[in-house]
């Protein structure tokens, strides 16, 4: 047994759902408009957890996914992914809110390769159930909750099968039922949903049940707790069971720019009926038992030498492989691009430890500039920090390290008038609140530049997230130790990347294509 503080996974893991395979958890995660996309993580213990796969590396190459003619996906992509595994196969089901389809993967292994398809129809936050007489229900929406027969090969609604809203939160003038977790548990079916509160912006977490399909859905909220942070509900996410019959639920819980993270909880029954946490609040520790004791896992994010990969052990020794270990387009696991990458922009050398990256379009602020890697932050603080060499750079292009969200900071290296400075940028935001800021079409505003003799120079972003606090501070090391550089970031989750902010690197160009920059040794603490 081991004692487990909250949140589990202190990083942007947001709308989970959670399956166990014999002695293996599986939890897949909403990754919007990043590419690699869909990742599915693993654990032994429902605390721990590691890369296991991403489901596609690109989703179908849209001028958007692309970022091309200024077109873009940000805060859209893929959402709420259902993970389930029925007669040995996988299967995750999701909408992408740019396409407006609905797509189905399937595999026989969580490796895959994944089998792709779509569903007729656009099923929000939908949720996938394999009843036991092989017939197959989807339930999805917002506000009406839709329960729907698909055929049996999952490519539409079945015809004269079960079709009818079940739940209705309609009226509420926050957020209503949505983020759908559908489960069939001792014979009764049961709906989880998160929606907020009518008197107050507060995520709530209800459950509904019924003895049939074509029968009554009732019940109610479940959980209605911040755990003593900031009025910040936790809701929305899957239910497991371990081997031995106990069960638990991962949900999520927002905390500010650095995203919406994840927490456990455990679950009891009582006449057929969850009870999530202790009397419906979520107990400070608890205790979880690991199936494979002893497992060590490789962290969700961490530092990059862009070098070999000899340090990676193989399958025999029951750890991560090497294609695990470099699931993000040969690179680490860890790396997300922030669109569909320009893979002949990009070269890796292992020997030496440079990534370089070549612009390839004009651009006018760093969310409009191909290949963007990033990784998430960190929560309650963090830090990260790389050498850029720009030795190749064009007279007017960027290159560093950014606080990579909708009101984004950077700290980059550029050259001007054949001459290099460092300067620190940002996108103010338009005010504090969750909506979108409009599209990010203009150049970011300078708040510093300083005079480099060299081409070299190391960059460093600060984060402190705490108690939303989210102020990024940003430096630079010219060979003569470390200098703060323009202003204090606030940060902001909104809803134009609807995702936690990253660390970002970045080349971009604003005057002529053709221009690079190098990376090497990233520290991330």
């Given at each position: 047994?081991?004692?487990?503080?909250?949140?589990?996974?202190?990083?942007?893991?947001?709308?989970?759902?959670?399956?166990?395979?014999?002695?293996?958890?599986?939890?897949?995660?909403?990754?919007?408009?990043?590419?690699?996309?869909?990742?599915?993580?693993?654990?032994?213990?429902?605390?721990?957890?590691?890369?296991?796969?991403?489901?596609?590396?690109?989703?179908?190459?849209?001028?958007?996914?692309?970022?091309?003619?200024?077109?873009?996906?940000?805060?859209?992509g893929m959402w709420a992914a259902s993970l389930r595994y029925h007669k040995g196969i996988y299967y995750v089901c999701f909408v992408a809110n740019d396409t407006g389809k609905t797509y189905l993967y399937q595999s026989p292994d969580i490796h895959g390769p994944w089998k792709k398809q779509t569903i007729e129809g656009f099923y929000h936050d939908c949720s996938l159930l394999f009843d036991d007489d092989d017939r197959v229900y989807i339930a999805s929406g917002n506000k009406d909750i839709r329960l729907v027969e698909l055929k049996s090969d999952l490519s539409g609604p079945k015809t004269g099968g079960i079709d009818r809203i079940v739940v209705s939160d309609e009226g509420n003038p926050n957020l209503g039922y949505e983020g759908t977790h559908f489960y069939k548990v001792n014979g009764k079916y049961y709906l989880f949903f998160i929606h907020s509160l009518r008197n107050e912006w507060k995520r709530v977490e209800a459950c509904f049940t019924s003895d049939s399909l074509e029968g009554e859905f009732v019940g109610g909220d479940v959980l209605n707790d911040d755990r003593g942070y900031c009025n910040q509900g936790v809701?929305?996410?899957?239910?497991?069971?371990?081997?031995?019959?106990?069960?638990?639920?991962?949900?999520?819980?927002?905390?500010?720019?650095?995203?919406?993270?994840?927490?456990?909880?455990?679950?009891?029954?009582?006449?057929?009926?969850?009870?999530?946490?202790?009397?419906?609040?979520?107990?400070?520790?608890?205790?979880?038992?690991?199936?494979?004791?002893?497992?060590?896992?490789?962290?969700?994010?961490?530092?990059?030498?862009?070098?070999?990969?000899?340090?990676?052990?193989?399958?025999?020794s029951d750890r991560m492989t090497v294609n695990e270990a470099f699931d993000s387009f040969g690179l680490k696991s860890c790396w997300q691009w922030n669109h569909e990458p320009k893979l002949e922009l990009v070269t890796n050398d292992c020997e030496k430890g440079y990534l370089t990256i070549t612009t390839g379009k004009i651009c006018r602020n760093v969310t409009q500039a191909n290949n963007v890697l990033t990784q998430r932050m960190r929560f309650p603080t963090c830090s990260g920090e790389i050498t850029v060499d720009g030795s190749s750079l064009n007279e007017g292009d960027y290159a560093g390290i950014c606080a990579f969200q909708g009101c984004y900071g950077m700290v980059a290296l550029t050259k001007r008038d054949g001459r290099y400075c460092v300067v620190m940028h940002e996108r103010p935001a338009e005010n504090a609140l969750l909506q979108a800021m409009k599209a990010d079409t203009e150049e970011e505003i300078e708040r510093a530049c300083i005079p480099l003799e060299s081409t070299r120079v190391r960059l460093k972003i600060e984060v402190d997230f705490d108690h939303m606090k989210d102020e990024a501070i940003f430096s630079y090391d010219d060979g003569f130790g470390w200098k703060s550089i323009g202003i204090p970031k606030k940060l902001y989750f909104k809803l134009d990347h609807f995702t936690g902010c990253r660390f970002g690197l970045f080349v971009y160009a604003t005057k002529n294509v053709g221009g690079s920059a190098s990376f090497s040794d990233f520290l991330y603490v």
């Amino acid at each position: 047994m081991e004692n487990n503080i909250n949140p589990i996974i202190k990083l942007d893991y947001p709308d989970a759902d959670v399956i166990r395979v014999e002695d293996t958890y599986y939890m897949v995660s909403t990754t919007m408009h990043f590419m690699p996309g869909c990742e599915i993580l693993r654990s032994y213990d429902l605390v721990h957890w590691e890369h296991a796969a991403y489901v596609y590396d690109r989703l179908d190459s849209t001028p958007g996914q692309r970022l091309l003619e200024n077109q873009s996906i940000y805060g859209k992509g893929m959402w709420a992914a259902s993970l389930r595994y029925h007669k040995g196969i996988y299967y995750v089901c999701f909408v992408a809110n740019d396409t407006g389809k609905t797509y189905l993967y399937q595999s026989p292994d969580i490796h895959g390769p994944w089998k792709k398809q779509t569903i007729e129809g656009f099923y929000h936050d939908c949720s996938l159930l394999f009843d036991d007489d092989d017939r197959v229900y989807i339930a999805s929406g917002n506000k009406d909750i839709r329960l729907v027969e698909l055929k049996s090969d999952l490519s539409g609604p079945k015809t004269g099968g079960i079709d009818r809203i079940v739940v209705s939160d309609e009226g509420n003038p926050n957020l209503g039922y949505e983020g759908t977790h559908f489960y069939k548990v001792n014979g009764k079916y049961y709906l989880f949903f998160i929606h907020s509160l009518r008197n107050e912006w507060k995520r709530v977490e209800a459950c509904f049940t019924s003895d049939s399909l074509e029968g009554e859905f009732v019940g109610g909220d479940v959980l209605n707790d911040d755990r003593g942070y900031c009025n910040q509900g936790v809701a929305q996410g899957g239910i497991v069971d371990t081997p031995d019959g106990r069960w638990y639920a991962v949900l999520f819980q927002d905390h500010g720019a650095v995203g919406r993270i994840p927490v456990l909880l455990p679950v009891s029954w009582e006449k057929d009926y969850p009870v999530f946490g202790e009397n419906g609040t979520i107990p400070e520790m608890f205790d979880t038992e690991s199936t494979r004791k002893g497992y060590e896992y490789r962290p969700l994010v961490e530092c990059d030498d862009f070098r070999n990969r000899g340090n990676i052990v193989d399958a025999a020794s029951d750890r991560m492989t090497v294609n695990e270990a470099f699931d993000s387009f040969g690179l680490k696991s860890c790396w997300q691009w922030n669109h569909e990458p320009k893979l002949e922009l990009v070269t890796n050398d292992c020997e030496k430890g440079y990534l370089t990256i070549t612009t390839g379009k004009i651009c006018r602020n760093v969310t409009q500039a191909n290949n963007v890697l990033t990784q998430r932050m960190r929560f309650p603080t963090c830090s990260g920090e790389i050498t850029v060499d720009g030795s190749s750079l064009n007279e007017g292009d960027y290159a560093g390290i950014c606080a990579f969200q909708g009101c984004y900071g950077m700290v980059a290296l550029t050259k001007r008038d054949g001459r290099y400075c460092v300067v620190m940028h940002e996108r103010p935001a338009e005010n504090a609140l969750l909506q979108a800021m409009k599209a990010d079409t203009e150049e970011e505003i300078e708040r510093a530049c300083i005079p480099l003799e060299s081409t070299r120079v190391r960059l460093k972003i600060e984060v402190d997230f705490d108690h939303m606090k989210d102020e990024a501070i940003f430096s630079y090391d010219d060979g003569f130790g470390w200098k703060s550089i323009g202003i204090p970031k606030k940060l902001y989750f909104k809803l134009d990347h609807f995702t936690g902010c990253r660390f970002g690197l970045f080349v971009y160009a604003t005057k002529n294509v053709g221009g690079s920059a190098s990376f090497s040794d990233f520290l991330y603490v």
